[in-house]
């Protein structure tokens, strides 16, 4: 996400796979950033990936995880900026309920939803 929310890049998941296993493809590109995450994103291989490429990880520990990370708790709280991306893209009643069949349908009417948000 760019510009106080609004996204840069969307990807369509199968709806039983964890959105996890498509991050580390999504973030391939990004370098000297700050990447906030929540803490389904505590993965030590995508931490040091995005080390790697100069990024700042924003992502709190899994609370089981033996060695909790430290990461900026101020910048954390900026991730509400994505949860409210989705709220927006939401009132789209075509998206929130899912009318679409096709994956292919489907990611192109949030693709229209997210222009609009973004100019709106």
Known sequence: MDALGNPVRLQLSPGQTHEMKLAPTMLADVRDANVIGDRAYDAKALADQLAAQGCTVVIPSN???????????HLYRERCLVEHFFQR????????????????????????????????
């Open 63 to 73: 609370p089981t995880r033996a060695s909790q990370r430290a990461y900026d708790k």
């Open 89 to 120: 893209i939401k009132r789209f009643r075509r998206i929130a309920m899912r009318f679409e069949k096709l994956a292919k349908n489907f990611l192109a009417f949030v693709q229209l939803a997210a222009v609009l948000v973004w100019l709106f």
